[in-house]
DNA sequence: GCGCTCTACTAGCGCGCTCTAGTTCGAGTA
DNA sequence: TACTCGAACTAGAGCGCGCTAGTAGAGCGC
């Protein structure tokens, strides 16, 4: 910096001040200024900016490296920091490297606000961190903590693939549950009210999973050999996620039920997976871009208006019928073995 | 840090000497400052430190968000860093977001080398890269650059899934090739060099493709609708990813066609996406983990011992063979329609 | 008692920038 | 002419650390 002051002749306040976009440079020595900086190839220090300027106007993104609907959130989220002025950093989690860890991470690298997209960790180290920072959590609810939340009405959400698929005829409709996964429990619950105002309660099922392709795969080799057992097929699913959704696809396919014309299969995310099955996987759309959008905007505000309540914001999630969804099979007809 | 000192009664240095885990602080002394420091909730600045000490000790990271093989790098980067002592900063390149402008957030966040996962920018901005920074390409080779290169040996993986299929009775192989993707002009290459090497030269054929799952299925769509007007479908399918195989599959699976019986199928990476199908993709193991180290090792040893020349690491693959390939089907054999 | 070494500690500069509080200068105003 | 004012620019403090060069004091041998 100072090398480009002396070069172009100016003081380094100068030189800040131009590489800051602030008036009080006439538009020549801008120009002179830029182009010494340019031959030297001078970029401002980001590390010593920050410290001097006290802020670091980034944000911070905890993730799950596999999760896709994750790299969906992310996608949304690039764009309306940079539209509010602020740098992304990303640290993920993955099986040797915790949540705190990828938090504590961007934390030392001075995020001023952390977002975390699904975050599994502890309520009382979420809690903790809503004390010592600002925090966004994507999907899943920190109750009582200083922790603002983005999610999609799960139970809306719930509700419309359900009477979807009792229009359809169905009555044998099994959920596969997300476990511990952000947004299941509320799933799950809005699974069995819609199983009850439908009267199915006494079919209701909730087979317990995760939101992976494994427990997809997984479920679709129990219910294969139930069948085989005896007990039928049910004529439709749930599944917690769209993962999960499409290992239960493979899984089926493979050993010849033909989807949807034996089975229905209704997921949850509508990520970039959901496109890619020729028919289209029947799913809730939960509006990645939207979600991603109110997260940063929740951390800005809260950043730049100082104390605020936690807030909430609920999108409304919308059932994309694609072919994975189908009519009931006629009773009686015989599922290929 | 000033109060963590006041508050023990000792020194400024002696506060940073101790955070630094440096010797030269008596064992009592030591505990009494982390325990005030643990009071006052004092964590070392990182900007700051960075600042003072010139160094970063940051590793940057450029992905593509929706590459599950760049997932299990990441996964594998992550553990050799800590090793080392680095930290780890991730940056995505997206739609909206270029390759460049993700490098750029890294460099500006002060990482002293970026490890590029795949990198599809132009060969010239890369070189530029190579010059301002330490940089280490993952796949992608970076020619008469100051780049450091870790690719698997293309040619041999290809070379044993040929031999595979051939072995199995496989005449018309087919081979989906990655467009301009990492790795994909040296797998063409090897497949023909390969179907040469067999007496198939003939039968060659390169379908162009790309490394996401709607190229296989686009691929999928292709083949059958060949079928449909006369032309037989191949008995086996080189794919130039998993992910494209994995679309390839979806789309024939649905159409009726069997795997492998009526049609075999390879992929390549063997990312996590390989295990999902009941049968497991037969596909070419890079090591991602391994892949990861030499990358971080490359890049840390080129920070630490100045001037080296270019380095490039080589790693041999290995076929795995799961569910989705299998013998010819026989001649004549009626494919269901 | 002296010098020596070793451990435990400290003073204070400098990292590369931002920002406040200026200064300078030319044009406009009474 | 004397002034005000705004645009263009500058000096220099300070952000929170790391690090070098140093000091104080205890222990030791002679």
Redesign the interface.
């Known amino acids: 910096m100072a090398d480009v002051a002396e070069k172009a002749g100016v003081s380094r306040a100068l030189v800040s001040i131009i590489f800051r976009n602030q008036a009080g440079a006439s538009r020549e020595t801008r120009e002179r200024v830029l182009r010494v900086a340019d031959e030297i190839?001078y970029?401002?220090?980001?590390?010593?900016r920050?410290?001097a300027r006290g802020r670091?106007r980034?944000l911070g993104v905890m993730f799950t490296?596999?999760q896709?609907f994750h790299?969906d959130l992310?996608?949304g989220i690039?764009?309306e920091a940079e539209r509010l002025g602020y740098?992304?950093?990303?640290?993920?989690a993955?099986?040797?490297?915790s949540e705190a860890k990828a938090v504590e991470?961007l934390?030392?690298?001075?995020c001023e606000a952390v977002i975390l997209l699904g975050p599994d960790a502890e309520p009382d180290y979420l809690a903790e961190l809503g004390q010592?920072t600002v925090a966004v959590s994507i999907s899943r609810r920190v109750p009582q903590a200083h922790v603002d939340f983005v999610h999609s009405a799960e139970g809306k959400g719930v509700r419309q693939a359900m009477d979807h698929l009792v229009e359809l005829g169905h009555r044998r409709i099994v959920h596969i549950d997300g476990g511990r996964g952000p947004g299941s429990a509320e799933r799950r619950r809005a699974y069995r009210a819609a199983m009850r105002r439908h009267g199915l309660q006494a079919q209701a099922r909730v087979i317990p999973g995760e939101h992976t392709?494994?427990s997809g795969?997984e479920t679709?080799?129990l219910l294969l050999a139930e069948r085989d057992s005896g007990r039928p097929l049910p004529t439709a699913v749930l599944a917690g996620n769209d993962r999960c959704a499409m290992?239960l696809l493979?899984?089926l396919?493979?050993?010849g039920v033909e989807?949807p014309r034996d089975l229905s299969v209704v997921g949850y995310d509508d990520s970039?997976?959901s496109?890619?099955?020729?028919?289209g996987l029947t799913t809730v759309r939960q509006d990645a871009f939207l979600m991603a959008e109110h997260a940063v905007r929740f951390a800005v505000e809260r950043l730049e208006n100082g104390e605020l309540p936690p807030r909430e914001a609920v999108l409304d999630p919308k059932l994309v019928v694609r072919g994975t969804s189908g009519p009931v099979p006629a009773e009686g007809r015989r599922v290929p073995s």
Chains 1, 2 share one sequence.
């Open positions: 190839g970029r401002p220090d980001s590390a010593a920050l410290l670091s980034t490296v596999q896709t790299t992310i996608t690039y764009p740098d992304v950093l990303l640290s993920g993955t099986h040797g490297r991470a934390l030392s690298h001075r010592r392709e494994e795969v679709g080799r290992g493979m899984s396919t493979r050993a989807v970039h997976l496109h890619l099955m020729p028919l």
